[in-house]
């Protein structure tokens, strides 16, 4: 577990607006635009070397070049050699090979855990959520969002279709910005997330939520630190050396004075965390404006 962090953040400020009139204005435009859900994916993993990423190979092949190099030599030369030269390139060429496996041997031994690639290590170590569990997980989402907004239930269905759009142009910003497309609805051991992006070793589990008022619950931010810290713990033992992160996006729209003081109360709520937090705050109607309204 990393040292306690403060989380990063990255407003994106704009016009003032009612949020919920800018959500369902949306969601008027696009009523037929619906999710596409992943099916659930299972993968199997066996362990292998790989030749490509294991250095013992290239020192076992370097050896072979350098004792067929020399033996070569050795026959070329061998008419012109006294016998103290003869006899020093046979020395050579009988305790060279000797000296080449033990070198191999104590090398594999010592490092035999670090130079074992698995195969599951170039294949996901998340499972993509079925469409039951992503739309479970929806419904929560919007559930709490209608209670919160006071929404009645013919209005639902709206809201759900600007939720549905808000997520995807959330996501598509991030991909524009780390220019690589995003694994959506991605579950590990059971701690289910909007999307993961890997960068080397680096996993940054993506988290995207939406705001009617200036407050986020201590509740709701907590059950996401929980669910990444779970993460990390999946990480750390599916892939040692790897890091964790965070990155929190919100979808609102507020005025920068609502925006400084919401912020203010977050940084509140982040003091303690088991990753490294990255908090971004993208307005829907920009978002719009960007991807989708001409």
Known sequence: MSEPTQPTFKP?????????????????????????????????SRTVFDWKRNYLTVLSL??????????????????????AQKWTFIVFLVFFPFF????????????????????????PIWQLMSPQKQRQKMNLEIRQLADELAIKNEQVNQLRTAFIVAEDLALRQIEFEVKSHLVRNVAIRGAEFDS????????????????????????????????????????????????????????????????ANFRANLASKFTNTPVDVDIRLFDFEQLQKSFAVD
């Open 100 to 123: 080449g496996v033990s070198l191999a041997t104590w090398l594999i031994l010592r490092h035999s855990r670090k130079l074992a690639v698995a195969a599951k290590d170039d294949q």
């Open 62 to 83: 370097l050896m072979a070049v350098v004792f067929i190099t020399v033996g070569f030599g050795f026959a070329l030369a061998n008419s012109t050699l006294d016998n």
């Open 196 to 259: 993961v992006h890997l960068d080397a070793e680096k996993f940054t589990f993506i988290e995207v939520t939406f705001i009617a008022t200036e407050k986020l619950s201590q509740e709701k931010i907590n059950a996401i630190l929980k669910k990444v810290e779970h993460a990390q713990r999946a990480v750390v033992q599916l892939r040692p050396g790897s890091k964790v992160r965070l990155l929190l996006i919100l979808v609102t729209q507020l005025s920068r004075e609502a925006e």
């Open 12 to 44: 994106e400020l704009q016009p003032d607006r009612s949020w919920f009139h800018s959500f369902f204005e949306y969601a008027n435009r696009r009523r037929d635009q619906s999710p596409q859900l992943s099916m659930a994916n299972k993968t199997t």
